[in-house]
Every structure is written in C-alpha cells, then in structure tokens.
C-alpha cells in the first residue's frame, strides 16, 4: 500500500464515529480470558519500577541494586529502633549482599511467609511498630523476588529456621530445633543479572547510605565489609561531614526534641541553599511535607527574630541543612519512599506544617536569643544576600527575558516528556538530560533517544572557565543561563528537571576539557547536583569490532583486544574520533539499557575551593609538576 494512501486510510479510521460499523469491525474482542491475575513475584519481576524505582547498573545512588539493600536493611533498623540489637554487619563481596542484625529474629513459623507473602509483615500493628520505615510488607518481597539467590535465616529462642529462594520460588527449607547461633535474622541475595545488567555495587554509595543511617540512629553500629560506623552525635556528624570547617560561618546548631531534630549552619563560600531530610530513617531525597514545613519555619523565626521582613531567598542562601522526623504510619508517595506526602504526625500530633513550626519557632528562637555572636553572623550573611540580590536584579530580568524569548525557539534544548518532578511517573527517575558538544553529535542522540525521558541540551562549543567569577556570570552568559534554565535550579535543587544529568563529549583533548569546565560550573555554582549524585559523564566506545556475524564495541584497549580474540580471524577494526561519527541506529546501543556512566564525585577530604583553584586556577609551579608527573602518552599499537 503506498505511504499516503496508508497515512489518509489511518487517519480516516481514527475520526469515525464509536458507533460505525467499520470501527467496531476492528475493535480487539474483550473477555474474560483477556483477564488474567498475576503471582506475586511475577507482577514484582514484570513492574519492578513500581517496588524499587529504576534498574541501573549501579552508577546511581538510586538505582535499584540499593534499593534492594536499603529494604533489607530498613528491617534490622526497625529492629534496632525497638530496642532489639546494637549491630549490624554488612558484606558485599562483588555481587553478593549479606545483612546480620542481632534483633529478636523473624518468629519461626513465618520465615517463608515474610519474604513471600504479600502484606505479610510485623508492622500493621502501629503498637508493635510505631514509626517504623517498612510499613507495608513489600520490602523483602521484591528483594526475594529480583534476585537469583535468596536465603533468610532466623534463630530465636536457641531454635533456627531457614529458607532459600532462586528468582521468588522456595527452593529449600531448613529448621533446626537446637542451635547456638546468637538471636538475630541473616538475608542473603544475590541481585538477578537478567534484570540489573552489568551491575557492581560501588562502596562510596553504599557507605553514604549507611552512614546516614547511623546518623539517624545515635548508637547503632554499623560494620561493612570489616569497617565500622557509629555517631554520637547525629545529624550534627552529618552536616560536620557535608561541610568543611573552614567553611562554616558559624558553628553547627543543633536542636533536638521529640521525634524531630534539626542541625543547621550557613557556608561561606555556597551559593545555593542545601538540605538533607529524613522520615523514619529514611532518606526522602526528593523532599516532601516536612521538608517544606521547615523551609517556611526557618524564613518565619528569622524575620520574627530580627523583626524585619527579609525576602525568603536571602534568608535561605547558603544554608546547609538537615532535618530529621518521626512519623506515625508515614505516606510516601513512591514505594521507593523519597518524597512524604504525609500532613498529619499520627496519633495526638498536630499536623506536619504546625509541630515543625512551633519546634524552630521555639528552639532557634532562644538558640539566637543564647548565641548573640552567632545571630549577627546570620544577619550579616543574609544582608549581604539583598546586596547581591538587588544588583543581580537588573541582569537576571535581562536573562528571564532572553530564556523566555529563546524557550519559544530554543534549538539547544530538546526536551523529554516525563521530568524528575513528577512522581507519580514510574519512570521519573530515568530522566536525563545530555549535555553535548556541537550539532553533530547533539543531532546523533536527539535521533536514537527515548523521547519519554532522556532530553538532550546542545552546546556551541567550549564554555567559560567559571572559576572564581560570581553568580552574575550564569546570567549574563547566554549559555550559562540557558543550561540553569533547562535545569530549572535557579531557585533551589527541588525543582530539578532531570534526575541525570549526563556530560556527553568526545573522549578526546577537546572533550576532556569541555568536561572539566561543565564540572566547574556545577562545583562553583550548583555543587549539590554533584553532592546529590545527579552528574555524570558518558562513557563512548572508542572501537567496533565486528565480524559478519557480530559486533563488539569496545570502552577500553582491554576490550579491543579480547573482541579481536573473539571475532578472530580477520574482523573489521573501527575508531571513533568522536560522538558525531557514531550513527544514530548505534548511538541508541550506547544510551539505551547498557548505558556505561561514570559518576561525578567529590573527595570528603577536599574543599571545592582547593579542588577549583587547583585545577582551574592560575597556571602555578604546583599544578606545572603534577601535570610533569602524571603525564601519560598514548601510543597506537600497529598490528
């Protein structure tokens, strides 16, 4: 059938009546043999989105590989949190996770049960659990349900029982009526490759995981793969750890009260406002109810301290944060819980909004009222905020103008449909944006990309060292403050368009350095998108091997020579100069399901200051021997 005729028929068909024979002629037959009810373990495999958000392959810090940890672990913390086991031990070697905690054990009878049984758990009775994380019984399930491996081992009461699984199916059972195993529960797994392709578990993201975790829980002792984790003092260690002291403008305040605590300080040198909140324990990474309650807490004391009437952003500027509450049967707004919807604290508590405000309205207010040296730094910080404000104002109205105008018919952004924001979308967490170099390789990717969810934002070429230049440049900077504005971080990192956000250049000398000065925008201007584990780089193959049979594409010279081992004897041998050579009917293999990212993440023991002034600073004796020393020459191996 030719093409027009075919297209008009389409459309044809799409504008008749529901009612016209010709329509009900193709109308799919619905029975009930079209009705079908899915196992339990075969809905988890089939949606495992809606249990443990993307699938990654563990580049991310939320892909599902530690989500998987995190269920399993959220159950020793909830025992921990009743009073039942000081410790927990963790071992991941290569693909496989064990966690021991020393709690009361699952009762006996119910091993199989718990980790096979939909909402089947302890924690319905809000009696027995009070504020626990794991409130609806699916945690352990998807964990047994994606992995090739599962076992759960119980002892309690100088008894043993224990289960295995391969990919949700019982495989074995062991009870034992006479044990001398110390009281506790042990999970095993082992993550199933044919979901999370080419996975490896990455230590720093791990450790972040689990060093909030005992932040979150003063007392608790956390031993991973040999090394031990415990705080003293909370959420005031986290922000000692997020902040370097010599950026501190004053000392950590830190206020407890009943289920809620809060530490708090303003950086030096910071422009944007950074904070980490928790429920339960739980990292909500995307916010929520509570998040938002001490935001506008925060704004409310200060004015009501000082009695002016400062504008919000300037009170907020470079304020590094942490908050922390419990809440009675908490509502998430994801199973993957990163964001509370909760308005109530449960039981006699008043609402979300109302306990936090009353809390800072009381604690920071005789803080400041008790540390006159501290309140006059705040004060301080925040006139200087207006100043810069104000003088900013002109421009960045200037650039509002300019985005809006360009935003109509702008080239260099190709947008998604889905965006980080909206999570209510299963998918809102593979969102990403590709920040490329040129219209070549820009043009590549636009064309074999998921038009769902990855956005793609065209650079003209190599972009300003930003280095040591104040926040006015991202707006007088066309390029600057187009990429803010795709990125929708001008007022704060909530509203974050993309999950990901990938730098997509050549792997040559050229590409290197665009690299770095993208790097040096975000550390200078908007490091928590690096802090968070939003920024990465892509990884490109930099050969094909291939043979009439298959193709290879090689990341490393390694890979190179074991596919031409492979393919053997004579396959063809491609380099790739750069991204804009690569088809786009290739291209779709590199940012598809086995992409290869490399994280962007910053060293604890390293000021950003000391990291940018190194690297992009003057061109000084120092920086001239190091480049001496670690100078690296390619050399092009003839065959």
């Given amino acids: 059938m030719p093409v027009v005729s075919y297209f008009g028929m389409m459309c044809y068909i799409s504008v008749l009546s529901r009612n016209s024979p010709l329509f009900m002629a193709e109308q799919t037959k619905y029975t009930e043999d079209n009705i079908r009810s899915l196992d339990w373990k075969e809905h988890i495999r089939m949606r495992p989105g809606m249990y443990i958000g993307k699938l990654g392959d563990g580049s991310s810090p939320d892909d599902g590989i530690y989500i998987l940890l995190k269920e399993v672990l959220d159950n020793s913390i909830d025992e921990f949190v009743m009073g039942a086991g000081k410790t927990i031990e963790i071992s991941i070697q290569g693909t496989k996770v064990i966690v021991r905690d020393y709690g009361r054990g699952i009762p006996l009878g119910k091993v199989v049960d718990v980790v096979s049984k939909m909402n089947t758990g302890g924690k319905y009775d809000s009696k027995a659990f009070k504020k626990s994380v794991g409130l609806n019984g699916v945690g352990t399930k998807a964990v047994n349900a994606l992995s090739n491996y599962f076992r759960v081992e119980s002892n309690r009461d100088g008894k043993s029982a224990a289960a295995e699984f391969e990919q949700g199916n019982l495989i074995n059972q062991e009870l034992l009526d006479d044990t001398t195993r110390r009281k506790g529960t042990k999970v095993s797994f082992v993550p199933d490759e044919t979901i999370f392709k080419n996975y490896k578990y990455r230590s720093e993201y791990v450790v972040k995981m689990l060093k909030n975790y005992v932040y979150l829980n003063p007392g608790l002792t956390i031993v991973f793969n040999g090394e031990k984790y415990f705080s003293e003092n909370g959420l005031k260690d986290l922000l000692a750890e997020k902040i370097a002291e010599s950026d501190l403008l004053y000392p950590i305040i830190h206020l407890r009260g009943d289920d809620i605590e809060i530490a708090l300080t303003h950086s030096k040198t910071q422009y944007s406002e950074e904070y980490n909140s928790f429920v339960n324990g739980q990292n909500t990474t995307q916010g929520g109810t509570h998040l938002n309650a001490f935001r506008e807490a925060l704004v409310k004391t200060i004015r009501e301290f000082y009695g002016k009437n400062y504008d919000a952003s300037d009170v907020r500027k470079s304020v590094v944060s942490a908050i922390a509450i419990k809440v009675m049967e908490p509502v998430f707004e994801s199973q993957t819980k990163t964001k509370l919807g909760s308005t109530d604290m449960g039981g006699d508590y008043p609402t979300v909004r109302t306990y936090i405000n009353d809390f800072v309205k009381t604690n920071l207010d005789n803080y400041l009222h008790k540390n006159p040296d501290t309140a006059e730094k705040i004060q301080r910080k925040i006139l200087q905020a207006e100043r810069e404000r104000k003088e900013l104002s002109g421009i960045r109205k200037l650039a509002r103008d300019r985005a809006k105008k360009a935003s109509l018919h702008n080239k260099k952004l190709r947008d998604c449909r889905v965006h980080f924001g909206d999570t209510k979308n299963e998918r809102n967490l593979e969102t990403t944006l590709f920040i490329t170099e040129g219209d070549s390789a820009s043009g590549s990717i636009t064309k074999s990309r998921d038009v769902n969810t990855q956005a793609v934002f065209s650079l ?39 999950n990901n956000v990938v730098i997509a250049t050549d792997a040559d000398v050229d590409g290197m350095h665009i690299r770095l000065l993208l790097i040096t925008f975000f550390l200078q201007f908007f490091p928590e998108i690096i802090k968070e584990g939003h920024l990465y780089i892509l990884q490109t193959p930099l050969f094909r091997v291939r043979n009439k049979k298959e193709t290879i594409y090689c990341y490393s010279e390694q890979e190179r020579i074991d596919a031409i081992e492979k393919l053997k004897p004579k396959p063809e041998i491609t380099r790739f100069k750069g991204l804009g050579e690569i088809s786009p009917d290739e291209f779709k293999h590199f940012i598809g399901d086995d992409i ?20 992009m600073g003057k061109n000084t004796p120092t920086r001239q021997e190091f480049i001496i020393d670690n100078l690296k020459v390619e050399l092009d191996v003839i065959e």
């Fill in 460 to 498: 003209k070429g190599k972009p300003l060292n930003s280095y040591g230049l104040s926040k006015k440049i991202v707006y007088e900077n066309e390029e600057f403050n187009l990429l803010q504005a795709a990125l929708n971080i001008e007022e704060s990192l909530e509203d974050l368009r993309y």
């Fill in 596 to 615: 290869r990212l490399d994280p962007v993440m910053l060293d604890d023991n390293m000021s950003i200051e000391e990291l940018l002034s190194f690297y």
